[in-house]
Structure formats: structure tokens, C-alpha cells
């Protein structure tokens, strides 16, 4: 009976495939090797001529091909094989564990079924070369050679036995397929291991603490870090800083933690015994740069160990099964060095539907190991779930929660996060509560330059928050801050969001070439073109908020408007200018020489009805340094915001279609673009440079 490879073969050449380095017939010299070993099993053999065209018989193509394809396989040295004595039997079988047991040792991949390095493992150390031999095994029986007499019953269960392994492969090759999103029910339950909750962005995200944000991104921290480290000679020849830089809250302020490490292998052998004695600390807010220095209790089990102490090693195999996910470096409150590593389930399938289930703590100094649930994770852990991970289960949410089929065909409610710089995911880190969120936009599955919102994710809980708000997207927000300081070549790294006056804005650093802070920038993300540029954070946040005012967006916080001043005075001159398409009024007062007060239009619409010497009674915003400030609000005489009429009303709704105010008549000014001062009055200034470099 011819085996299964030599059906697949037999039917490949039917096909008209060129099969010749696979085995089979090949040549004359094939013809005489299959009767050698026919006439050498004796009476036993039938000596038939059909052990030509047996895999591997010829000795020159296929499995046993010398002068076949190179992607043949040599294995004469399996047909050739006896029968083994029990004591090599013995022997052998000690030396194969024993090397498995040192490729576990070495790999140390997880025993578990939904790891897809287990697979990879087990197929290409266990399952490849058990199938291998015992197909051999049943030619060899089925032809018969020098030391083996052909024996049918053994070549079939040889045959028999080299199906086993096939049948644990294509398991794995099933339960990856049934992890797919298309097999009925899965689409629901991708979208499902993510809930998210709608939330209001005023309601929930607090205004900005300018001591709590991050004003730098990892490249400049690592860039601060890694100079910090060259001004401590005794640590520069033998450590260097990993390039983990994690990102934490210690404290209640926002720095990112790296360890160092063995610069190389000798560096290792020769301070392995002490450890490694430091991590580098920098503070995201104030850009300062330390090693801190351990002390007693030094860092024995990193990254940089090659051996028994190497952090993965030491917690794969003290959790064999376990899947762990991307690890993270971070210190507790007292500055103590510790790995989080986050345990992944596959909840879907055998590989889909990743998520956390457990946390494994490890002490970075003793390797102590603490197992837990996520739930019971203490308070200064910040990075439970890989940003990544949470980036995508908000995606496979929203390409799912309609249907597998909406997802690519109707794409009814279909949204994704708004891609990076340069290929990678775009994503940021804030600090809420006393934890670290990874922020994303959401955009349409078209990817196109605006937003419908944006997410924000608990890195220890896995808490999500999703906010409705449309605007630009990272990107476009990045290219505007650029453009700002075109001239400077400044680059702006990629933004966070933050609450200015109840306004979701984008804050983002712009630095020069070499990668050094030079300015920051914020930008209004419904109204991308409002872009305020500072030297520092305050003055930028000051310049902003006197941009929101000027162009007449409702600028509040809690209570009341941000830094807003209530001032009534009569109106000593009023000018009219017209700034990069903006109507602006400017106008001084009696009893405030030295304050120019800016109108803008058509926020403030109700200024066209006011004179010089009209009494005026209005609010406005400080703009430090400049003796322009701009005008928030235009009051009655009962406190209360009052449109052009006198009349008082709520608010001042701007609105896209108001009457352009060059047409109207200004303190007996033209229809001009710039109109003359009043008559009385003295002269103004012509066209003062807007606030916040607009």
C-alpha cells in the first residue's frame, strides 16, 4: 500500500507539478540502489521494483535526496538506521529531554494552549522532527535497507504515528481560525471586551494643573535622561539607561522611571554580585533629569541579566503558565525599583480576544513575586494594561459593535483611533486621579482629518471613557502649531489633551533639531486655526485664553471666566482694524491710560453700538505683557450681558452670517477696512498685533 506522501505525490504529478526533488523516480542510478536493497533483504524481501519510487529510495531526491532542490531534506541517515538497542534507546531518549529541557530552559515559553510562542516552539522542536523520524521510520520498514528487513506491519503503525503530530498542528491551525472576528458571534464579543462609558468633558475632565502636566514626550526624556547619566563617570563605563522609559505618577507628578543596565557581557561578570546600583528618574513637569542612586537595595533582576536573574526568565518560569504581556519598570511611593507584569487571557478562540486577567509584581532587587487579580492591584501600580492592548480592544469595538459584516460593507457607526507619526499607533499619556490614561482620538473608518471625539483608558483599572467632541485630528493640530513657528523649524511632538477654560485643547511642546524643548504650543481642537505659542507654559496657557476671548469663544471655568476683570468706564477712543480677516474693535477708556481694550467681531457684535463717550460697562480678559487686553464680555448696568439694542440678554452666541461690521457706521468713521479715530478723541493705535500671535 503506498503511504500518504506518496499519494500527495503521485497526485502533484498528475498535476503536471515538477515533484522530482521531493522524491520519487529520478534516475537509473535510483534503480539499482532500490534492487540493492531488495536483494539484501533476502527471502524475506519480494524484491519488487516498486521500492524505487519510494520516498527517500533513489538517495538522491526528496527526503533523501542528495541532487535535489535545495529545499529538500537529507535524512539517508535516518533510513540507514537499525533497530535501536534498549540501552541506546535509553540513552538517546535522556539526551533529548535533556536538550528540550535546555531549550525550555532558554526560550521559556509559556505551557499554555493560547500562547502562540508555545505553538511555534512546539511545532519546530517537538512536532517537526517527531513527524520527520517516524515517517522515516515507516519507509524504512516498507523498503527494508541493510540493517532493517522490510516488515508491513511496523512501516503502518509508523505511518499511523507520523499522523499524530499532524493532527496536534492543524489544532492549532483550527482554534486560530475559530479565533477569527467572521465565525458568527465573535464580532459581538470583540466589541464587548472593552465597555466604554460616555462621558462630558467639562463634567468629568478637571481644568489643568500646570504642576501636573507633562510638557515633554519620551524622546526628550530619554534624550534628559541619558545626558544625566554621562555626568556620573563611575556608572558611564560599566551601566548604560534602558530605553524602557515608563511613564508614572510618583508621587502625585508625572515622570517616567528607567533601570539601568549592564553595558555589556564582561561589564556584567564583573558587577553581577552588587547589582545594579541606580534607575534614572525624570520629572515630565520640570524637565529635571537624576539617578537615583539604590543604596543597599540594588537591582539584581533586569532585563540586561543573561542568566538565571534575567526578569523574564526568572518570572516565566516561576509562572510556567502563565502568558505574560509587555512588561513595565516602575517604583513605589518610597522610590523601590519594581517589574508589572501584566498576565494576557485569550478569551476568544486560542489566540483572540487578548486581554488581562492577573498581574504578577516582582520585586526588582530580591525577585520576590506577587500574584493578583487586577482588581486588587495597589493604588501606585500604573501600568496594568499595555497601551497598546487597550488601543486595540477600543478598536475592535468599534469596528464590531455593529456586526462583523457593518465592518466592512454598510460601516454604519464605524470608528477607529487616529493613526500616529511616521507608521506608529498615535496615542499619549495623562494623569487623572492619581493614575496614568492613555488618550487617542476617534475618527471615522474613512481616516480622515477630523475627529468625532476621543477616548481615554485607564492604564490600571481599564476603565474607559469616550468623549464626543469634533475637531482636528493629532496631526493636523501638529501641523498647525508648526506652521506657527515655521521660521524656527520647530518640530511638535505629539499632543495631549488638556481642560483650558472648559475647552478640550491640545497642549504640545515644539523643539528644535536637536530634539530640546524650545516652545509650547495649544491649540483650540474644535477650532484648530487658535493656536497660542509661549516660551513657557503660563504664558502660553495666558495667551490662549486671551485668543479664546478675542475670538469670542465662551471661555469659563468653574467660577466664572478664567482671569476676567470687571471694568466701567466712558470711551475716550475707539479705532477699527481689521486683522487676518477679523474685525477688531480698540478701544481706551477715561480713567485707564496705558489699556487698550480689544472687541472682537463677531463675538462682541454689541461694540458697533457704542460712541465715544458712551459709558460702557464690560469684562475682559489680562494679557500679561502686553498693554492690549482683549475684551470678554459687554455688561448692562445690571451685570448682566447685554446686546447692541441695550437690551439685556444670556449670552453672546456667535454667529457665522452677522453683519459685517466694516459696513456700518463707527463713531462717525467711513466704510473703511481701517476707520479714522473719533472725533474728539486721540489718536489709537492703527492695528496692534493680536494676542496669542495671531
Given at each position: 500500500m503506498a503511504s500518504g506522501l506518496d499519494q500527495l505525490?503521485?497526485?502533484?504529478?498528475?498535476?503536471?507539478?515538477?515533484?522530482?526533488?521531493?522524491?520519487?523516480?529520478?534516475?537509473?542510478?535510483?534503480?539499482?540502489?532500490?534492487?540493492a536493497r531488495a536483494g539484501s533483504a533476502g527471502s524475506g524481501s519480494t524484491g519488487d521494483s516498486s521500492s524505487k519510487g519510494s520516498a527517500g529510495g533513489s538517495g538522491k531526491g526528496g527526503f533523501g535526496g542528495g541532487r535535489g532542490p535545495a529545499m529538500g531534506f537529507n535524512l539517508d541517515f535516518l533510513d540507514k538506521m537499525g533497530p535501536l538497542s534498549k540501552k541506546t534507546a535509553i540513552i538517546g531518549t535522556i539526551v533529548v529531554l535533556l536538550v528540550l529541557a535546555a531549550c525550555y530552559w532558554w526560550f521559556h515559553p509559556p505551557i499554555n494552549i493560547h500562547s502562540l510562542d508555545t505553538w511555534m516552539f512546539v511545532a519546530i522542536v517537538i512536532l517537526l522532527p517527531t513527524f520527520l523520524y517516524f515517517a522515516s521510520r515507516s519507509r524504512v520498514y516498507k523498503t527494508g535497507n541493510g540493517?532493517?528487513?522490510?516488515?508491513?506491519?511496523?512501516?503502518?503503525?509508523?505511518?499511523?504515528?507520523?499522523?499524530?503530530?499532524?493532527?496536534?498542528?492543524?489544532?492549532?491551525?483550527?482554534?486560530?481560525?475559530?479565533?477569527f472576528a467572521i465565525i458568527p458571534g465573535n464580532a459581538e464579543r470583540y466589541s464587548n471586551i472593552?465597555?466604554?462609558?460616555?462621558?462630558?468633558?467639562?463634567?468629568?475632565?478637571?481644568?489643568?494643573?500646570?504642576?501636573?502636566?507633562?510638557?515633554?514626550?519620551?524622546?526628550?526624556?530619554?534624550?534628559?535622561?541619558?545626558?544625566?547619566?554621562?555626568?556620573?563617570?563611575?556608572?558611564?563605563?560599566?551601566?548604560?539607561?534602558?530605553?524602557?522609559?515608563?511613564?508614572?505618577?510618583?508621587?502625585?507628578?508625572?515622570?517616567?522611571?528607567?533601570?539601568?543596565?549592564?553595558a555589556d557581557l564582561f561589564k556584567w561578570f564583573t558587577n553581577r554580585e552588587a547589582g545594579i546600583p541606580a534607575y534614572a528618574l525624570v520629572n515630565m513637569t520640570t524637565q529635571d533629569a537624576e539617578i537615583v542612586r539604590l543604596g543597599d537595595s540594588p537591582i539584581h533582576y533586569s532585563e540586561s541579566e543573561?542568566?538565571?536573574?534575567?526578569?523574564?526568565?526568572?518570572?516565566?518560569?516561576?509562572?510556567?503558565?502563565?502568558?505574560?504581556?509587555?512588561?513595565?519598570?516602575?517604583?513605589?511611593?518610597?522610590?523601590?525599583?519594581?517589574?508589572?507584569?501584566?498576565?494576557?487571557?485569550?478569551?476568544?478562540?486560542?489566540?483572540?480576544?487578548?486581554?488581562?486577567?492577573?498581574?504578577?509584581?516582582?520585586?526588582?532587587?530580591?525577585?520576590?513575586?506577587?500574584?493578583?487579580?487586577?482588581?486588587?492591584?495597589?493604588?501606585?501600580?500604573?501600568?496594568?494594561?499595555?497601551?497598546?492592548?487597550?488601543?486595540?480592544?477600543?478598536?475592535?469595538?468599534?469596528?464590531?459593535?455593529?456586526?462583523?459584516?457593518?465592518?466592512?460593507?454598510?460601516?454604519e457607526g464605524v470608528v477607529r483611533t487616529t493613526p500616529g507619526t511616521d507608521g506608529t499607533l498615535g496615542y499619549n499619556y495623562i494623569a487623572k486621579d492619581d493614575d496614568v490614561w492613555v488618550y487617542t482620538g476617534v475618527t471615522s473608518a474613512t481616516a480622515d482629518n477630523s475627529i468625532v471625539g476621543f477616548v481615554l483608558v485607564n492604564q490600571r483599572t481599564q476603565e474607559s471613557h469616550f468623549y464626543s467632541v469634533a475637531?482636528?485630528?493629532?496631526?493636523?493640530?501638529?501641523?498647525?502649531?508648526?506652521?506657527?513657528?515655521?521660521?524656527?523649524?520647530?518640530?511638535?511632538?505629539?499632543?495631549?489633551?488638556?481642560?483650558?477654560?472648559?475647552?478640550?485643547?491640545?497642549?504640545?511642546?515644539?523643539?528644535?533639531?536637536?530634539?530640546?524643548?524650545?516652545?509650547?504650543?495649544?491649540?483650540?481642537?474644535?477650532?484648530?486655526?487658535?493656536?497660542?505659542?509661549?516660551?513657557?507654559?503660563?504664558?502660553?496657557?495666558?495667551a490662549y485664553e486671551a485668543l479664546l476671548a478675542t475670538n469670542g469663544v465662551v471661555a469659563e471655568g468653574a467660577d466664572g471666566a478664567t482671569d476676567v476683570v470687571t471694568v466701567t468706564g466712558t470711551i475716550r477712543s475707539m479705532n477699527q482694524a481689521v486683522i487676518e480677516g477679523n474685525t477688531h474693535f480698540y478701544v481706551t477708556l477715561e480713567d485707564k491710560d496705558g489699556n487698550i481694550f480689544d472687541f472682537a467681531l463677531p463675538g462682541l457684535l454689541d461694540i458697533v453700538g457704542y460712541k465715544?463717550?458712551?459709558t460702557i460697562n464690560f469684562t475682559y480678559v489680562e494679557a500679561g505683557g502686553s498693554n492690549v487686553s482683549p475684551a470678554y464680555s459687554i455688561l448692562g448696568d445690571d451685570g448682566q450681558t447685554e446686546n447692541a439694542s441695550g437690551e439685556p440678554e444670556e449670552d453672546v452666541v456667535p454667529t457665522d452670517d452677522a453683519a459685517d461690521p466694516t459696513t456700518q457706521d463707527v463713531a462717525a468713521?467711513?466704510?473703511?477696512?481701517?476707520?479714522?479715530?473719533?472725533?474728539?478723541a486721540p489718536d489709537g493705535p492703527a492695528a496692534p498685533e493680536a494676542p496669542g500671535g495671531q
Open positions: 505525490l503521485e497526485a502533484l504529478r498528475a498535476s503536471g507539478m515538477n515533484t522530482e526533488g521531493f522524491g520519487g523516480p529520478t534516475a537509473s542510478a535510483g534503480d539499482s540502489a532500490g534492487s540493517k532493517t528487513v522490510r516488515n508491513a506491519g511496523k512501516s503502518k503503525r509508523f505511518r499511523v504515528l507520523s499522523f499524530i503530530p499532524v493532527a496536534v498542528a492543524a489544532v492549532g491551525v483550527i482554534g486560530g481560525l475559530l479565533s472593552l465597555q466604554t462609558d460616555n462621558m462630558e468633558f467639562a463634567q468629568d475632565i478637571k481644568e489643568v494643573n500646570y504642576s501636573e502636566i507633562p510638557v515633554i514626550d519620551r524622546n526628550s526624556a530619554i534624550l534628559l535622561g541619558n545626558r544625566e547619566m554621562g555626568s556620573i563617570p563611575e556608572y558611564v563605563s560599566q551601566f548604560e539607561v534602558s530605553p524602557l522609559y515608563s511613564q508614572i505618577n510618583y508621587q502625585g507628578t508625572p515622570v517616567r522611571v528607567s533601570p539601568l543596565g549592564y543573561p542568566l538565571v536573574r534575567n526578569i523574564d526568565r526568572h518570572v516565566q518560569l516561576s509562572y510556567p503558565f502563565y502568558i505574560f504581556g509587555e512588561k513595565s519598570f516602575e517604583i513605589d511611593e518610597d522610590g523601590h525599583p519594581w517589574w508589572i507584569c501584566p498576565v494576557l487571557d485569550y478569551t476568544i478562540g486560542l489566540f483572540g480576544g487578548e486581554t488581562v486577567s492577573r498581574v504578577v509584581l516582582c520585586d526588582a532587587t530580591t525577585g520576590e513575586c506577587q500574584d493578583l487579580a487586577v482588581e486588587d492591584c495597589p493604588q501606585w501600580v500604573d501600568r496594568v494594561f499595555p497601551a497598546e492592548l487597550l488601543i486595540k480592544q477600543y478598536n475592535w469595538y468599534g469596528a464590531y459593535h455593529n456586526g462583523w459584516l457593518n465592518s466592512f460593507l454598510g460601516q475637531g482636528a485630528t493629532e496631526d493636523s493640530a501638529m501641523q498647525s502649531a508648526e506652521g506657527q513657528v515655521q521660521n524656527l523649524r520647530y518640530t511638535a511632538t505629539f499632543p495631549l489633551l488638556i481642560n483650558v477654560s472648559n475647552q478640550p485643547t491640545y497642549f504640545m511642546a515644539l523643539k528644535d533639531g536637536a530634539g530640546l524643548v524650545k516652545k509650547f504650543a495649544m491649540i483650540d481642537i474644535q477650532r484648530y486655526q487658535n493656536v497660542a505659542v509661549g516660551d513657557t507654559v503660563a504664558d502660553t496657557q495666558k465715544v463717550g458712551d468713521g467711513e466704510d473703511t477696512q481701517e476707520a479714522p479715530a473719533t472725533e474728539g
